[in-house]
């Protein structure tokens, strides 16, 4: 049984000097970040897809993880498609994969994803999905697989937003 999680970097200033992929987390996102790695310890994350943008950088940073990453600008720049493909390119010895990326990007493909599974849930991630926020999926087969659209085997595990750290 493999694992995605799929998170929204933690909560940033409101602009920065250097423009929008140079803007870092506030200290209330520190802290989310922080108590979401606690969580994100336990469920035995083993690799991680960043992007390239400064906030996503500090944010995989403050939850602590001492796993593999790659930082991709593609995944700043690209949108549901493009993360989809970077995660089915995963190879199988990954068994818990974290992404960390941006609205709207990752709150749409928590939807695609749970769609199947919590139709409910699908509709509230294209809602309201926070900064810290992330969704823990599960699946057999491949990473590959995912990126075939195949869908129909991904099962919705949680939901966890900043307030439900605790």
Request: hydrophobic share 40%.
């Amino acid at each position: 049984m493999r694992r995605l999680v799929l998170m929204r970097h933690a909560k940033t200033e409101a602009n920065h000097v250097e423009g929008d992929k140079a803007r870092r987390l506030n200290p209330r996102g520190v802290q989310d970040a922080q108590e979401a790695g606690v969580a994100l310890r336990g469920l035995g994350v083993d690799y991680a897809l960043v992007s390239s943008a400064v906030r996503t950088r500090e944010t995989f940073a403050h939850l602590g993880l001492d796993v593999p990453v790659e930082f991709q600008d593609a995944l700043y720049y690209g949108g549901t498609e493009t993360m989809l493909q970077r995660i089915a390119e995963m190879g199988d010895d990954v068994e818990c994969l974290l992404v960390v990326g941006h609205a709207p990007t990752v709150p749409s493909l928590v939807a695609e994803l749970a769609y199947a599974s919590n139709r409910a849930e699908a509709d509230q991630a294209q809602c309201w999905f926070p900064t810290a926020a992330y969704t823990v999926f599960s699946f057999d087969g491949s990473w590959e697989s995912l990126g075939e659209g195949d869908l129909d085997h991904v099962h919705l595990d949680a939901v966890t937003r900043p307030d439900k750290h605790h």
